[in-house]
Structure formats: C-alpha cells, structure tokens
C-alpha cells in the first residue's frame, strides 16, 4: 500500500536495536542546518545558516522492564519508524539527552530527545 499522504499513526522506537513503547514521538528534525533570516535596514532580507544537530523528541509509555538510565547516553543508534507514512529516519552516533520526567498517573515519560550529527531518511 502507498503512503495516503496522512499525518499521525503508528510509530516504533528502537534504540540499539532494542524496541521501546513509544507513546508519541514530539518532533522529528532531521536536517543539520538552521537558516536565520532577518531584514537589513532599507527592509531588503538576508539569510544566515549555522550548523545544528539532527534532533528528535519523544514521549515513552512506562513498562515494568524499563529502566530509564538504559536509555540514555550517547553513540546510541535512534531508528524512528512512521508506519503508516511508511518512512523511516536513522540517527546513527546518537547521544539522547534531556531530563526525563515521569507521570505516574498515565505512565507517559517525556523530556527524551536524540541528537545527531545526520539523520538519515529512509
């Protein structure tokens, strides 16, 4: 079945080939660049780009084998899969990091984010 050009779906999380419940990924922003643009003062515009990691946040659901230390750290392999978009994105060499926060009412732990020097998008 072709991509039906939707948004949202199912999403997995591997980190180092290990599969993790992901409860939702935040944002994915596979590019390495960032391009600043701002006016001049006669109001004409010019462009500044900066080199920036790879970056992709997300929120895990909690489960009684994980262990929040095991996830982070860095030269980690980040495999996010968008399943229904059928597309995939690698952050090869990763280091997640972020300051994990767990909400034991709905086992929703947010504050995950991987950084790449690329993101590969397959």
Do not use: W
Not at 18 to 25: D, F, I, N, P
Not at 81 to 93: A, G, W
């Amino acid at each position: 079945m072709d991509c039906c050009d939707n948004a949202g779906g199912r999403v997995t999380l591997k980190i180092n080939g290990k599969q993790y419940k992901a409860r939702a990924v935040g944002s994915i922003m596979p590019t390495n660049t960032e391009v600043t643009v701002e006016a001049n003062g006669d109001g004409s515009i010019f462009s500044t780009t900066k080199a920036v990691p790879a970056e992709g946040e997300f929120t895990l659901s909690d489960s009684c084998d994980l262990v929040l230390s095991d996830v982070q750290g860095c030269h980690v392999d980040v495999t996010f899969t968008l399943t229904d978009m059928k597309r995939t994105y690698y952050f090869s060499r990763a280091t997640i990091g972020g300051r994990p926060s767990l909400n034991p009412s709905t086992g929703e732990i947010t504050g995950f984010k991987c950084f790449s020097q690329s993101a590969k998008q397959v």
